[in-house]
Nanobody, 132 residues
């Protein structure tokens, strides 16, 4: 079964840190551009951080720049989102998504701008709550 599974969400105090994981099964992430997206209650889904399929390009939304870091471990077929200095406004369900791009022609910023139907696979999401 081809799927992405997120983990690592939870409740954290403002200023705290969390690391989200996105594990792929049934396919390898080697030729996939990866995105972390989030959706807060009453808001549209937004691209938070994305990586091109080559790994040579990364993108961060202005709201998380300097605080979040996207990375991948090809051996584990897993992508991570390290989140530091968390704020209450970071509270959302976080989703990872993958889009097949063997030629690495799509920039990370373009991946983060994709509508939901523009990605091949989506995880079911993990909830991050930042609250004291």
């Amino acid at each position: 079964q081809l799927q992405l599974v997120e983990s690592g969400g939870g409740l954290v105090q403002p200023g705290g840190s969390l690391t989200l994981s996105c594990a792929a099964s049934g396919f390898t992430l080697d030729y996939y551009a990866i995105g972390w997206f989030r959706q807060a209650p009453g808001k549209e889904r937004e691209g938070v951080s994305c990586m091109s399929s080559s790994g040579g390009s990364t993108y961060y939304a202005d709201s998380v720049k300097g605080r979040f870091t996207i990375s991948s471990d090809n051996a584990k077929n897993t992508v991570y989102l390290q989140m530091n200095s968390l704020k209450p406004e970071d509270t959302a369900v976080y989703y990872c998504a993958a889009d097949f791009d063997i030629g690495a022609i799509t920039t990370a910023q373009a991946v983060c701008s994709r509508p939901p139907w523009g990605m091949d696979y989506w995880g079911k999401g993990t909830l991050v709550t930042v609250s004291s």
